[in-house]
């Protein structure tokens, strides 16, 4: 039952996530310089299991300016997987990451007792390669 409760109360947040990132990101569009400034970010995960997995990054993708791009097995036994995410709006790193373990923590509330720190969290400007013109 409270698997069903937690289910219901997580639908409710991200949809409002949801629904402040799209008009963040819409307002944000209009303005002289966007600020675009994407960022990968290299989040070292706390969450399991598939399931876990699946809803934490397909509700990184169904954020608006976040992509989550894929998994990263880990190089030691010991260490997490990573999750590759790209921000479009990377200005504060710190902000996108700790919007991560946001999200993260409502996903699995379990992970809270596995604290992540900011500070552990790689990261890196969006660098394109080639001429885009």
């Given amino acids: ?3 069903i409760i937690h289910g219901i109360g997580y639908f409710f947040w991200i949809v409002k996530e ?3 990132s799209g008009f963040n990101t819409a307002f944000t569009a209009f303005k ?4 675009l400034k994407p960022i990968v970010i290299y989040y070292p ?3 399991t299991t598939d399931w876990e997995l699946f809803w934490f990054s397909a509700s990184i993708t169904a954020t608006p300016s976040t992509l989550a791009m894929g998994f990263r097995e880990p190089a030691a036994a010991d260490a997490p997987r990573i999750l590759l995410v790209q921000s479009a709006f990377g200005d ?3 902000d996108v990451i700790k919007g991560l373990i946001d999200m993260e923590e409502h996903v ?5 007792s596995t604290p992540l720190d900011v500070a ?3 990261w890196e400007p969006y660098v394109p ?3 885009l013109t």
């Fill in 1 to 3: 039952m409270s698997k």
């Fill in 18 to 20: 949801i629904i402040v």
């Fill in 32 to 35: 002289p310089d966007a600020g």
């Fill in 45 to 47: 995960l706390r969450v």
């Fill in 92 to 94: 504060d790193a710190t």
């Fill in 108 to 112: 699995s509330p379990a992970v809270k």
């Fill in 120 to 122: 552990d969290v790689a």
């Fill in 129 to 131: 390669k080639g001429d």
